[in-house]
């Protein structure tokens, strides 16, 4: 049966409601005041300390928050989120399918493939500034699925509320992730694939050992395809969500 774009708009709306919050709790969270201290240290000198240590690596690898993030321009925070989250998320999804063949029959990497390509999409479009609801629903329904939708009618979901820490957090942020991927799947089935990689990754899939590689490449090429989607449905509607 046919989704109405109203039901669309109802599971995209979910979708974004989980993600905001999760993106904002890989991008705020501090939960041992390092980041400060990148502000704060001269980067020539040696860490004198496991702090000084932890803070350098947040440094080095220009995590929200850090000096080094301060210093990136736009466009490369938003290649910051497709290079650092995206790769491990890809790591996750291709996973399963090291295990060759009979992941096809229990298409977790699939699940999980469509929540990390939300999760980017948002990431990318909230560094160019699509934080309105309606605007990320419709960059999600035009770039996952290029169905053209129009949510300014609806009633947004109240953003999802985290734990602050400990297992707590890990453990609803894992279930907001499920959630969302649930919730993709059932646009995929009904309306289609999101992007994808070329069809040869999808063969050595099925290939034990060398399937977990494959998947990756291959999960890594999609989610570039629909990265580059994002950003053009930016660039053809910077005037309408004034960024």
């Known amino acids: 049966m046919a ?5 669309i708009v109802t599971i995209l709306d979910r979708t974004a409601a989980v993600a905001d919050p ?8 501090d939960p041992f005041d390092l980041k400060p201290r990148t502000h704060a240290r001269a980067w020539d000198r040696i860490p004198t300390s496991v702090a000084d240590a932890a803070a350098t690596a947040l440094q080095v690898s220009d995590w929200p928050g850090t000096a080094g993030w301060e210093a990136l321009s736009r466009n490369e925070r938003a290649d910051w989120w497709v290079g650092r989250i995206g790769a491990v998320n890809t790591v996750a999804v291709a ?15 699939a699940f999980l493939g469509a929540a990390s390509q939300a999760l980017m999409v948002l990431a ?6 699509v934080v309105d609801r309606s605007d990320q629903i419709a960059m999600l329904g035009s770039v996952l699925f290029g169905r053209e939708l129009a949510a300014s ?3 947004p979901v109240a953003r999802q509320e ?10 609803a942020v894992l279930k907001g992730m499920w959630d969302i991927a649930t ?3 059932s646009l995929t089935k009904a309306l289609g694939a999101r992007p994808q990689a070329p069809r040869v990754f999808g063969y050595l ?13 291959g999960e890594r090429v999609a989610l570039c395809r629909a990265v580059a989607a994002s950003k053009q449905w930016i660039v053809d509607h910077r005037e309408a969500i004034d960024v």
Do not use: H
């Not at 999760?22 to 969270?29: G, K, W």
């Open 124 to 129: 990318v479009g909230r560094e160019y500034g």
């Open 162 to 171: 985290f734990p602050q820490s400990g297992p707590a957090l890990a453990k």
């Open 153 to 155: 009618d609806s009633t």
């Open 183 to 185: 919730g993709l799947r």
């Open 95 to 109: 996973f399963p399918s090291m295990f060759g063949a009979w992941t096809k029959k229990v298409p977790i990497g």
């Open 205 to 217: 899939m099925w290939l034990p050992l060398i399937g977990g590689p494959a998947a990756y490449l």
């Open 3 to 7: 989704m109405s774009d109203a039901q």
């Open 22 to 29: 999760i993106l904002d709790i890989l991008a705020n969270s």
